[in-house]
């Protein structure tokens, strides 16, 4: 493992197999080249049509909802739903946006607050983890954030070599490069040398490395150790960062909150409790804007209880 770059463009990529995703990179340059609004619009409509296709996806999303905010009665929860489908929808032009905009047409649908923050933190001559998770914005949100100081990008590599192509060029678009997300020893190195490291521990990725601690109505969701790993690194600073997307195709607002304090304390379930209160509480500000179609609640403590989903 190391540093991920773009891969080199061989002439094996131009087999007729890999044609559909050609034209469809393609599609998705020309689309992103209307207006903003339009896309916006174009997004949330074609988002609404993917319910239709997607009902399993459907069906995790709304489980999620019931679990993790049961304070809501079904018609508040129906209503998010379909706004969270219209932002996966309107998250397929981000991705575009994120890939192929100019730097000059992403910094006029960016706004950012808490520079200060990132400044800070440079002039110190710390590492920091970017403290992020797994908004429907966040092509975006690493775009962005480049714009500020070139960072590095943890993620999973994709065993389509077109795909896998795309993928790297876009996210280093405006950034050093990327890390498989296994590749913890890369990510302490990097923080080391005083990078920026954006990492979302949002997901549940099973037992391993894990504790089960609370992260919205749910008590007991496996949660990676691995913010509270990372952050041991000395001299690093925990930063939350995360973009939103502002109402009224006002474009964006990147957030870089102030760093955590005391952090971390050496207990795990202590800490993984924070990062999650951190997320939890950027994700409210926005709800319908986050990844919702992934099990966020499968691992139970109990490998006999019956499964949520």
Not at 13 to 31: E, M, N, R, S, V
Not at 163 to 189: C, H, P, W
Request: aromatic share 10%.
């Amino acid at each position: 493992m190391g540093p991920v770059h773009t891969p080199p463009l061989t002439i094996a990529y131009l087999h007729p197999k890999y044609w559909p995703l050609w034209i469809g990179q393609a599609l998705l340059w020309l689309l992103v080249q209307l207006p903003y609004g339009w896309q916006m619009r174009l997004g949330k409509a074609l988002g609404r049509f993917s319910m239709r296709l997607q009902p399993r996806r459907v069906a995790i999303a709304q489980r999620n909802l019931q679990l993790a905010m049961p304070e809501l009665d079904e018609p508040a929860r129906a209503v998010l739903l379909r706004q969270n489908f219209e932002s996966v929808g309107c998250a397929i032009f981000e991705t575009g946006m994120a890939w192929f905009w100019s730097d000059q047409r992403m910094r006029k649908f960016m706004q950012v607050e808490g520079e200060e923050h990132l400044r800070a933190a440079l002039a110190g001559g710390h590492g920091i983890l970017l403290l992020s998770c797994h908004f429907l914005t966040l092509e975006l949100n690493a775009r962005m954030f480049g714009l500020l100081q070139a960072g590095v990008g943890v993620y999973r590599p994709n065993d389509n070599p077109v795909l896998e192509f795309a993928q790297v060029r876009g996210r280093t678009r405006s950034n050093k490069y990327l890390l498989d997300r296994r590749d913890v020893k890369g990510m302490i190195k990097a923080l080391r040398q005083g990078e920026a490291l954006w990492y979302a521990p949002d997901h549940d990725y099973g037992r391993h490395a894990s504790v089960f601690v609370p992260f919205f109505a749910v008590q007991d969701s496996a949660t990676i150790t691995g913010t509270a790993t990372l952050a041991r690194v000395k001299g690093v600073r925990v930063m939350p960062c995360y973009t939103l997307r502002l109402p009224e195709h006002a474009g964006y607002r990147l957030v870089l909150e102030a760093p955590l304090a005391n952090f971390p304390t050496g207990d795990d379930i202590a800490d993984a409790t924070l990062s999650n209160q951190v997320i939890e509480r950027a994700i409210r500000q926005a709800p319908e804007q986050y990844m919702w179609l992934h099990r966020r609640f499968k691992t139970q403590p109990d490998k006999q209880s019956p499964s949520r989903y």
